[in-house]
């Protein structure tokens, strides 16, 4: 078994793979501060909780957009799961060719999301992942890592109007019954929900035509993912575990080095 760990800027997301099969699946909060020791002993027991023995599992691999909780994390791994770490960044093998401009600008995350939507699904691809950001990945039928577009993620958007406004109140992220709201909640959640959706179809479709892939296949992942998606007939797959996924592949392709 392998553990696969990624770090976004709001949750840590623990995965077990018994080979191709995802058998377990957690999460706790990244915005936390915790020591190595800390997070070993809730490590250790949401494997315990979820079935998993921790002397099944052989190897593991992290992606991380938040630097500051890597030594403590890594740490806990080796100590108490008793695997080394394979950690996504340069001389990593991952099967993606990056060509942007800066290249070590290109967050983990975003590589790991390419390396599994190419993976499962060919290319080109565009891959979504609404998380605490947007973003948008577009990779080439070679593989290609291309371009990527990244906009405020629908949790920021909403804590930017319940911060910054005097009288409108934190709410639930969901859609309305109508666009046509009348009264404050369903207002804020018809703004958020359907604006993100304008976003996405407008960004998709601009997409397709500055890339010229008209044929392109269109991913999305991340938490808020399935709100959008099914709104959308742009977007071809949701795909819950793509990031976990991609994790694996990459576990895979680099294992003569673990």
Avoid at 57 to 73: E, F, K, R, T, Y
Avoid at 93 to 101: A, R
Avoid at 222 to 235: K, N, V
């Amino acid at each position: 078994m392998i553990l696969v760990i990624d770090v976004g800027n709001t949750n840590i997301t623990f995965g077990v793979y018994d080979g191709e099969e995802l058998v377990s699946t957690f999460r706790m909060m990244s915005n936390v501060t915790r020591t190595s020791d800390e997070y070993g002993m809730m490590i250790t027991g949401l494997l315990d909780r979820n079935g998993v023995k921790v002397d099944d599992i052989n190897g593991a691999i992290v992606s991380s957009v938040v630097p500051n909780v890597m030594h403590a994390l890594n740490g806990a791994v080796v100590k108490y799961v008793k695997t080394k770490v394979l950690e996504i960044g340069p001389g990593v093998k991952t099967g993606i060719k990056i060509i942007t401009e800066n290249p070590r600008e290109i967050g983990a995350d975003r590589i790991v999301d390419a390396v599994g939507a190419y993976e499962k699904y060919g290319g080109p691809v565009l891959v979504l992942d609404f998380g605490t950001a947007t973003t948008y990945d577009l990779i080439t039928a070679d593989g290609s890592f291309a371009a990527g577009i990244t906009a405020p993620g629908i949790k920021i958007s909403a804590k930017a109007l319940w911060t910054d406004t005097a009288k409108l109140p934190e709410i639930e992220i969901k859609k309305p019954a109508s666009i046509l709201a009348q009264e404050t909640i369903s207002s804020m959640q018809a703004g958020l929900v359907y604006g993100q959706i304008g976003q996405t179809e407008y960004i998709i479709n601009k997409v397709k035509e500055e890339s010229g892939y008209k044929d392109l296949k269109v991913v999305s992942t991340g938490g808020l993912g399935r709100i959008i998606s099914d709104e959308t007939d742009l977007i071809d797959v949701y795909d819950p575990i793509l990031t976990l996924d991609g994790l694996r592949l990459i576990y895979l392709k680099n294992s003569k080095k673990v």
